[in-house]
């Protein structure tokens, strides 16, 4: 550098250091912050300061004008009007990685555990890639789950995604173990959210087990966190999952519930001003849920898949609700639990006419699609006579199927029932549904000795 140009590097202005911008607290309704003199957008993070030691992250949910609406991801004991709020960009990294395997996380990625820090290698952003819908691998290899009557009737796919739906103490979690246990994959992602904070223990010791975990990364945000909270875990434990895939892993996704997500985001909305539609749920929670679900599935290249299963909590066993029913359009078939079957003692209480796989018809060959059609068509056919059969006025011989329907259901309820610690493969799955298919012979009674 020869001394003139030197001389004008020095006489050249210096840049003055560009000033950080904070915020302050106006006003606190119900979960809602308030904030003004920030310059954020949607989904920044701000980190809000109760004194000069302690503070809580937010995330920034909407605005109006001047006004910045934050949502709190932790309680907001101890905040004053006035509380400076400091921006933190973009929303942050979560951890992934084989460090997860075994670990259980909250919605943020901390530890909830006792096996100290995650030392994770790496970090992503918590949203993930868009793929294209005409560049996915399609469904076309089934999987084994372990339960007989899924595997025989209502057969899942590799990368499909299926909602499990049913109220409340009906046997959804432990008919999620039951598959985590058995189902063939080579990670698990479990998502425990907004679920009793007791159930979280329960199901990691009881139906999850040491073995179950050993290849899982669970995902937990009980009911006394906050919606947003909530919200990351749903978002988190789906993001995690798309990790492995897109190492060419085959992952079970497994998060419990879908209704819990699509409630956190209505607490949001309706706290920020957005007007409720149907049965008290904005628009946006419809927007939602299609973003998370279709996030699941086979990546473009067929070696990683997310096969994912989400229980839908229909409140008062309404197969009719809203969240019920929309996630009966997007999802690519349902598993119904009836609390009927449970309360008589038989589980799984899956009820095999209110289920389809909407994948079954391209995974499964033509001797098992015909079986499987025919099991139903004797379900029904019994379910339509059972109250005449059951006060003894059904005729035998009145209609052909019915006679078969009896005499079969016996084995059909056995096929359909299995223990909590059994599991059975998709070959053995099959015979035993065409086993359950041969019709037991009436026993004719011995003539009278004369």
């Given amino acids: 550098m020869n001394l003139l140009e030197r001389m004008q590097k020095l006489s050249s202005p210096l ?5 950080k911008i904070e915020g302050y607290i106006v006003r606190l309704i119900g979960m809602t912050i308030e904030a003004r003199g920030l310059e954020v957008a949607i989904g920044d993070n701000c980190r809000i300061m109760l004194d000069e030691e302690d503070s809580i992250e937010a995330e920034v949910v909407g605005f109006s004008g001047d006004s910045i609406f934050l949502m709190p991801l932790h309680p907001v004991e101890g905040l004053v009007a006035g509380a400076r709020v400091l921006p ?4 942050r990294m979560v951890p992934v990685g084989n460090e997860l395997l075994g670990r259980v996380i909250n919605g943020i990625g901390e530890p909830l555990d006792s096996l100290g820090p995650l030392n994770v290698k790496h970090r992503v952003s918590l949203a993930g890639e868009t793929i294209n819908p005409l560049d996915r691998h399609p469904i076309s290899e089934p999987l084994n789950v372990g339960i007989r009557a899924i595997n025989a009737l209502l057969t899942v796919g590799k990368g499909q995604r299926i909602g499990l739906f049913a109220g409340s103490g009906v046997g959804k979690s432990v008919l999620l173990g039951m598959m985590t246990r058995s189902t063939d994959a080579d990670i698990t992602v479990v998502g425990l959210i907004g679920e009793r904070g007791r159930e979280v223990k329960e199901f990691i ?16 945000s009980p009911a006394d966190d906050s919606p947003l909270m909530r919200l990351r875990a749903s978002q988190l434990c789906t993001r995690i999952a798309e990790y492995y895939r897109s190492q060419g892993k085959s992952v079970l996704l497994l998060v419990d519930s879908l209704t819990r997500y699509a409630q956190a985001q209505r607490e949001i909305a309706l706290a920020i001003g957005e007007p409720p539609a149907t049965k008290g749920y904005p628009p946006s929670v419809f927007s939602k849920l299609p973003k998370l679900v279709e996030r699941a599935g086979n990546d473009a290249t067929g070696k990683g898949s997310i ?18 029913d929309a996630a009966r359009a997007i999802l690519d078939g349902h598993i119904v639990l009836s609390r009927t079957l449970a309360e008589q003692g038989h589980y799984p209480a899956i009820d095999v006419e209110a289920s389809i796989s909407r994948a079954m018809p391209q995974i499964v060959d033509e001797t098992q699609l015909a079986a499987a059609m025919r099991f139903r068509q004797l379900m029904s056919k019994f379910s339509q006579n059972e109250d005449l059969i059951s006060i003894g006025a059904y005729v035998a011989g009145s209609d052909p199927d019915t006679d078969t329907a009896i005499s079969s259901m016996p084995t059909m309820r056995k096929f359909l029932q299995q223990g909590l610690r059994e599991s059975v493969g998709m070959r053995e799955s099959q015979q035993w549904l065409y086993t359950a298919l041969q019709p037991v012979e009436p026993v004719v009674p011995a003539p009278a000795a004369k």
């Fill in 307 to 324: 096969t994912a299963f989400y229980t839908v909590l229909t409140e008062g066993d309404d197969q009719q609700d809203p969240i019920a």
């Fill in 205 to 220: 010791e009881h139906n999850l087990g040491a073995e179950g975990l050993a290849k899982s990364v669970v995902v937990a």
């Fill in 88 to 91: 933190l960009g973009a929303a």
């Fill in 15 to 19: 840049s003055p250091p560009v000033p």
